[in-house]
Structures are given as C-alpha cells and as structure tokens.
C-alpha cells in the first residue's frame, strides 16, 4: 500500500475515532465547567503541570521509539517495554514520596497532597498503555485502538461527572480519579491482549539505540512540558489560583478540542513518514501537504471559535464564564500556532533529528518563561497574550530548524500558505462586524452564517484558493455526483 493510500485510510478511521472523541470531551467539559469552581480547576491545572513534567521524563521515548524504529525486532520490543516498566515504577513512588512536599510548595497547603498520589499511578498506566499505543500506530491499526480510546473515555468521564456531582466541593478529586479510571481500564485491555505476550527481557544490543534516540526526545519531552505548563507553574507565583482556573479552563477547552485534530495528522504522519524517512523527495512533499492543510484547517477552526465565542462559552463552560470573551478570543489565535507546532514536531520525531528538537525546546521554553513572567503582570489577558507570542516563537523556531533537514524552498512553502489564508481572514472582517454589533447569542448566529455562506461559497467556485488538497476533494466530490447524475 502507498504511503497516500495509507493516508487516506488513516485519515478516514482517525477522522471518525476524533469526532466520537471529541464530543465526549465536549460533554465532559460542559458538566464540569457547570460543577466545579475556577479555583478547583486552578488546583487542577497545577497538579497536571507536575505530572506531566514527570510523566515525560519516565516515558523516556520508549514508545516513540518503536514507532520510529524501521521493522523493530521482538527482543527490540521486549526491551523497550521492560524499561518502560522500570523506570515508570521508580517515578510513581518517588511522586508518591514527595506529593506532601510538593503541595506545600506550589499551593501552600496540603490540598494537592492526595490528587497527586492519584496522578502518580494514574502515570503509571499512561506510560505502559504508551508502549501498546505505539504496538497498534506501528500497524496502522487506528480505528481498533480509537474503540479502546472510546471505551475508556467514556466510561471514566462518566464516573468523573457523577462523582463531580455527588461530592461538591471536591472537584480537583473528581477529576483526578476520572482520569486513573480511564489509563486504569486502557491499561486492563492493552496489557491482557498485547503486552501480556512481550518477554521482561533487556538486551544489551538494543539499549543504545533506544537511549540514543529516546535519551535526546526524553530531554526535548521535559523542556516541551516545562514549556507547555509554565503558564501554571509561573503564573501561581503571580496570579491566585482562582485566576490560574479562569484562564486554563478556557485554554484547556480550546487545547482539547485542537489537540483533537492535531491527533488525527499526528497519529497518521509518524508511522508514515518514519517509512519514508530517506526518500527527501516524499519527505518534502508530505511537508508541503501537511503544512498547507493544517494551516488553513487551523484558520478556518479560530475564525468559526472567534465568531462563536458567546454560544460556545454558553453551551460549553456556562455563563458565569462569558467575561473571559477577549481571553477566549486571543486563546483561538494562539490555536493555530499549535496546528503548525504539532506537526513540526512530528517531523522531528519521524526523521530522528531528535537532537536538534532538543535545542529548539530549549530555546523556545526559555523564551516562554519570560514572555509569560511579563505576560503575568497584566493579568490573565497579558497571560493570554504571552503565550500568543510564545507559540509564535515556537513555530519559528521549528521552521529554522527544519529548513535544514526538508529539501523545499520554505520562504516560498509559507507565502503560499499565507496567500491562501487571506481569503478566510478577509471573510472573517466581513462577518465580525456583525457579531459585535448584537454582541449576544444572535450576533454570532448571524456572523457564522454569513462566514460560511461565503467560505462555501468560495469552495464551490474557487476551490484551489484554500489549497491542494480541498481543491482535489473538491473536484473529486463534483465528478462522482456529475457521473452520478448522467447515469
């Protein structure tokens, strides 16, 4: 099968494992955001930001790395199991150890103490069910792993909602234990169907390799978190926790929803271009191809969340969140940024230029902690702002970086990209004008219907002006239905 078969293939399955996905987490978001206080979430965000600095610190790449590795071996993958297993027991009882202390830092009480506790062994069960994910990527089996993904979410979503409910007043826990339940059942069905058969075995032959590519992106994992999580970890020694919560709430909606579809090319991509790593003709088309959809994608999806903002926080977070609407509309910018920056990142990983991505973390996390340090002192919108610009650095920074390594002219790769940008941004300033003018649920009514009306409008007429890719679905989609009609 081509590497565009196998694309589109993926596509389609990952597509449809997304949307279910996504309106779980949609319907999960809006209990919650109905349940819990802004300083909950704020607790929240912290007890996260530590877990996930230490989480990718333990995954030490092992999974990534049998992804990347062409044909990796049994005793490969033995090998890079029995580490995870290592290492990720040797991480929950040191979180364990140091939870109490850990509390006393960042919140000044002992409140995190036991949430904590659950976000170690919940850390635990995402490391191992990482080494059966990878398993599953490895042979292009996404919908078969999307069911198990769906399975778990839903039912561990469920739980978390009603013991949201049942408990008030101890959301930061609910939560918490909705996430354990969800690596917990992952892990139950990964373990007894995949990774029950691999040997605890450690070759000596394969250690090298796996430190050699997994040691570079264990350091580029723990400055990309550091950087994903400072705007928690600086913020709190700036802002109360009630403000911390009103600002990751938001941004946790939007980076849920964009992480979502970032998955989709994310989840294809690395096991595709780690095929085709050596062939630089397909690498720089796939490149160009990517880029261009997920850009435009990514413009399209700010656009509709900007226009929408009253519906969407109403529905989504409850009303008690509107006044946080110019926040909410600087978060849908930063989104696009993050588009391009997952799929920078997949690049890195596939071609193994695991060391360069080390340095660009580290150039881009330094940035961030002063771009959001000044972004502090403005309160939650200079916050909102800081990260903004944070994200920028990071796709620049990327972009020099890869220049190097993909064979294309990228100067000229980004101005197309911008030119087909215009079109929607230019149909957006017709629209916005009329969302703020009712400045209510109508107006974004009326300022969505009028965007689309004219984007559809464009497509049907002018499709290429959006790109390669919806100019081909386009043409593709009028044949069948001219050949349809004729018969």
């Known amino acids: 099968m081509d590497e565009r078969r196998k694309v589109f293939n993926g596509v389609k399955s990952q597509t449809l494992v997304v949307v279910l996905l996504g309106i779980i987490d949609l319907a999960y978001f809006s209990a919650m955001s109905r349940l819990l206080t802004k300083a909950e979430f704020g607790l929240y965000a912290i ?10 610190i333990t995954s030490a790449g092992l999974g990534s790395a049998i992804i990347q590795k062409k044909n990796p071996s049994e005793c490969f993958i033995s090998t890079a199991f029995s580490l995870s297993l290592i290492i990720c027991s040797f991480s929950v009882v040191l979180l364990v150890l140091l ?38 990527m490895r042979e292009l089996k996404f919908l078969h792993f999307g069911a198990i993904q769906l399975s778990a979410v839903g039912l561990a979503n469920l739980c978390g909602v009603c013991l949201a409910y049942t408990y008030r007043g101890y959301g930061v826990y609910a939560i918490s234990i909705a996430l354990l339940l969800n690596s917990l059942f992952m892990f139950v069905y990964l373990f007894f169907v995949r990774l029950v058969h691999i040997p605890l075995t450690i070759s000596r032959i394969h250690i ?11 350091a580029s994992g723990i400055v990309r ?19 911390l919560g009103a600002y990751n709430r938001p941004a946790g909606f939007l980076a849920s929803i ?12 690395f096991p595709v271009l780690s095929d085709i790593q050596d062939d630089e003709r397909k690498i720089g088309r796939a490149y160009q191809k990517s880029t261009e959809t997920v850009i435009v994608a990514a413009v399209f999806f700010s656009i509709l969340v900007i226009l929408g903002s009253n519906i969407i926080i109403r529905i989504f977070l409850g009303e008690q969140w509107l006044s946080l609407q110019p926040v909410f509309h600087v978060i849908a910018v930063s989104v696009i940024f993050l588009f391009y920056g997952r799929i920078g990142d997949s690049f890195f990983r596939s071609l193994g230029i695991v060391k360069s991505y080390f340095f660009v973390r580290v150039i881009v996390c330094c940035s961030s902690v002063v771009l959001i340090v000044a972004g502090c002192q403005y309160g939650i919108l200079g916050l909102a702002f800081a990260v903004l610009l944070s994200r920028m650095v990071d796709n620049l920074v990327k972009i020099l970086f890869l220049r190097r390594k993909i064979a294309i002219n990228h100067a000229d790769n980004f101005i197309c990209i911008f030119k087909k940008c215009l079109v929607p941004l230019v149909l957006c300033g017709l629209a916005l004008p009329v969302k703020f003018y009712y400045d209510n649920v109508l107006g974004d009514i009326l300022s969505i219907v009028l965007f689309v009306s004219f984007a559809l409008t464009v497509v049907f007429f002018r499709p290429h002006v959006y790109g390669e890719v919806i100019n081909n679905l386009v043409n593709q989609t009028k044949s069948k239905i001219w050949i349809r009609n004729q018969r």
């Open 47 to 56: 007890a996260i930001a530590v877990t996930s600095i230490l989480q990718e």
């Open 99 to 136: 939870s109490g202390q850990l509390s006393e830092w960042l919140t000044g009480s002992d409140t995190l103490t036991y949430p904590l506790i659950i976000l170690a062994f919940t850390m635990f069960f995402s490391i191992i069910n990482g080494i059966g994910r990878a398993l599953y």
């Open 208 to 218: 090298k390799e796996i430190i050699s590519y997994g040691g570079w992106l264990t």
């Open 225 to 243: 978190s550091i950087y994903e999580q400072v705007d928690k970890l600086v913020t709190v020694r700036f802002l109360t926790v009630a403000q």
């Open 258 to 269: 964009s992480g979502q579809v970032n998955g989709i090319f994310d989840t294809i991509l």
